[in-house]
């Protein structure tokens, strides 16, 4: 789960990291107001859940109370396009203002979650203020990395360490262990999967700030942290993920190629992608159905697939094994009567009922293009979608 930055600086100041002071503002005398609170000089902040705003427009300073209240009417209800978020862009509907920095430097703070490691890592970069993954990309050795032993914890060596990778020595040692370790404690007791500060940054008076910051959680944890989930603004989300969700379907993400899948088990839907890809063609989602024996739920996920404008076929792959293949061709036949356009479904069925499943199908009259294996399914699917275009 994502959340704003405001959210993330509220979060991350609770536990010590130094923010820069400053409020969402709700119109623009509001605007004007929080600035003249601040002092006059401002940064106008668009608040979505998507990096790169900086380029796109949706951060601007502002140098009086009047000029924050113009630069908040520009910002709010734009339509910020960002490399994030896709040419459509997103809506702005929240927007922070925050006192001015005096900027010396900006770096680049993070931890997240070393997967192969199975450990937390922090990593911290003198490039920072860019995107992180250009960085990686053309200078990788410029991102310094620290694992974490989660035993331990971070421990002030580490800290050290980065704090010379980064040039902070002296007096600004201090405070940046200090930030760091405020980060590390954050990131671990909220169950985040990344803590994220683009910029940190060395102000012209000596501070270390986050001058920017996001949060990721991992959402196996949510129900042990209501208060992130309450902070979960579906506005910034896919709509039919929303659905999806809201329809006890958790394993459904969005993605823009034009085959919709159905697929029993993580594993096989990944497997079921990847062939779509090796026959040339490009998923439009990852749905992991599991043992999902209700018929209802089948036809919801079909539905939800069947919407993506973008969607000219359906590839459904059922191995079944707790999950009867009956009650999977029920939800086939059921989604085919309501789907809003005809959208031609492969299937590949196998496992428990199938010879049901099968009857079923067949009983039905309906034009269910079958399958007797993954590649067969990918290279029908991706036919289908073609002709269908
Ligand atoms: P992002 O583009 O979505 O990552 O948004 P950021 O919050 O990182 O802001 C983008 C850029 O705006 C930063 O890298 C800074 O260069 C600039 N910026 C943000 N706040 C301030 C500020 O208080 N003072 C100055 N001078 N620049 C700022
Ligand atoms: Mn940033």
Redesign the pocket.
């Known amino acids: 789960m994502k959340i704003h930055?405001f959210q993330a600086k509220q979060i991350i100041a609770g536990f010590g990291v130094a923010v820069?002071k400053g409020r969402v503002a709700k119109s623009p005398d509001d605007a004007k107001a929080v600035a003249a609170e601040l002092g006059g000089k401002v940064?106008v902040?668009a608040q979505i859940h998507a990096?790169?705003?900086?380029?796109g427009g949706g951060?601007k300073?502002a140098n009086s109370p009047e000029e924050a209240a113009q630069v908040f009417s520009r910002i709010m209800g734009m339509q910020l396009v960002t490399h994030q978020t896709g040419p459509q862009g997103q809506k702005v509907k929240t927007v922070l203002v925050?006192e001015?920095?005096p900027?010396e430097r900006?770096l680049y703070l993070a931890v997240l979650i070393d997967g192969a490691a199975g450990r937390p890592v922090m990593m911290a970069s003198a490039a920072g203020?860019m995107e992180i993954e250009e960085v990686a990309a053309k200078t990788p050795e410029a991102i310094h990395r620290v694992s974490i032993d989660p035993v331990t914890g971070f421990q002030p060596h580490l800290a050290r360490e980065l704090c010379f990778a980064l040039g902070l020595t002296g007096d600004l040692m201090k405070p940046a262990t200090q930030l760091m370790t405020s980060l590390y404690d954050a990131f671990m007791a909220k169950d985040a999967s990344l803590a994220e500060i683009?910029?940190l940054v060395v102000t012209k008076d000596g501070r270390v700030l986050a001058?920017?910051a996001k949060m990721n959680f991992d959402d196996n944890a949510l129900f042990r942290h209501k208060e992130i989930e309450a902070l979960r603004d579906k506005d910034e989300e896919d709509p039919s993920e929303v659905e999806a969700s809201e329809k006890g379907i958790s394993n459904f993400i969005k993605l823009t190629g034009n085959i919709g899948c159905l697929v029993n088990g993580a594993g096989l839907a990944m497997a079921t992608m990847d062939a779509i890809k090796f026959a040339g063609g490009e998923p439009a989602n990852f749905l992991d159905i599991a043992t999902a024996n209700d018929v209802n739920k089948v036809v919801d996920a079909l539905l939800i697939i069947s919407r993506d404008p973008n969607v000219n076929a359906i590839l459904v792959n059922i191995f079944g094994g707790m999950a009867r293949v009956d009650i999977i061709a029920q939800g086939i036949i059921e989604a085919q009567k309501k789907m809003a356009k005809t959208v031609p479904v492969v299937a590949r069925l196998a496992g428990t009922n199938v010879e049901e499943g099968e009857r079923l199908i067949r009983e039905s009259g309906l034009p269910v293009i079958r399958a007797e294996e993954l590649g067969e399914a990918a290279k029908k699917a991706v036919e289908a979608a073609k002709a269908a275009a």
């Not at 990096?51 to 380029?55: F, I, M, N, S, V």
């Open positions: 930055e820069p940064v902040k990096g790169g705003r900086g380029k951060v300073l925050e001015q920095m900027i900006e203020g683009n910029p001058l920017d």
